[in-house]
């Protein structure tokens, strides 16, 4: 996505080291930290977390300042570090306001959200995505846990760190369209890094940052036509809502089913 040598600008959320208590873990903090630098090697980074410190000297700010940061200086890229913490819960909030690259911790997500920017358009939407409960037990899934499955529909790309998760979002979304031969393109990828102690081993840094960066130029194409569509409704108000053009076959929410009413 390189354009006139000019780096990609990407918009990151992820928490960060500061926004921890002395003694907390947090997988994406973690990550985010130790890529950083690589990161910066081929992009134009700004991160974005939950508090208002610098860290470091690095391009931090509040992610309440990304809409307007992404009107004067417009972001190619909006990435989300989707994990089941409540210091996540920015990111999965803005997600949905700006969906975008997605890396998934995890797809069972307990800690719950208050909050639904959308609750009229995307709230009939979700709620016949989240009462699929009979599908979601035929998948053998813990009926109490909550799926991502929302987290999932504002992914235009979608990056797993572990492979039981790849394997059931493709179970689950071959089994939301209802055919054993659906193959679509699902703009999925499975990066492998979380075993089963949920714990990342081992990690590249550099190699991660390189698998990052083929996937997003492999998506280049389609992540600018998603964005394209996504600017004109969330930045300019100049068109309807994405999702609710049925017509266009390049619905944004392609993970999900078409639903009729």
């Known amino acids: 996505m390189n354009t006139l040598g000019k ?36 992009y134009d980074v700004e991160f974005f977390h939950e508090g208002d410190d610098k860290y470091y000297d690095y391009k931090t700010f509040n992610y309440l300042e990304a809409i307007n940061r992404h009107k004067d200086k417009p972001f190619d890229i909006f990435f989300y570090n989707i994990e089941d913490s409540y210091k996540n819960n920015f990111c999965r909030f803005h997600l949905e306001l700006v969906p975008g690259v997605t890396l998934f911790y995890s797809l069972k997500l307990e800690t719950p959200l208050k909050v639904d920017f959308f609750s009229t358009d995307r709230g009939r ?3 016949k995505i989240i009462n699929t ?5 035929q ?15 504002y ?3 979608k990056l797993f760190l572990s492979s039981s998760d ?4 493709l179970k689950l979304k071959q089994n939301l369209e209802n055919t054993s031969d659906y193959n679509e393109n699902f703009h999925a990828y499975n990066l492998a890094l979380l075993k089963d102690d949920n714990k990342i081993h081992n990690i590249e840094r550099k190699k ?9 130029d ?19 108000k100049t068109s309807t809502h994405p999702s609710l053009d049925e017509e266009k076959k390049d619905n944004p929410f392609n993970v999900l089913p078409k639903y009729k009413s």
């Open 7 to 42: 780096k990609t600008r990407i918009a990151w959320f992820s928490p960060l080291p500061i926004d921890l208590s002395l003694g907390k873990s947090n997988l994406s903090s973690y990550l985010t930290s130790m890529i950083i630098d690589e990161l910066l090697e081929y």
């Open 125 to 127: 939407i979700h709620t």
């Open 133 to 137: 409960s009979d599908t979601l037990l």
């Open 139 to 153: 998948l053998e899934l813990d009926k109490d846990s909550i799926i991502a499955v929302k987290e999932l529909s």
């Open 155 to 157: 992914s235009f790309i």
């Open 166 to 169: 790849f394997n059931f979002y």
């Open 208 to 216: 991660l940052v390189l698998k990052i960066k083929e996937i997003i």
């Open 218 to 236: 492999l998506e280049s194409d389609y992540i600018k036509k998603m964005m394209s569509k996504w600017d004109t409704y969330v930045i300019h």
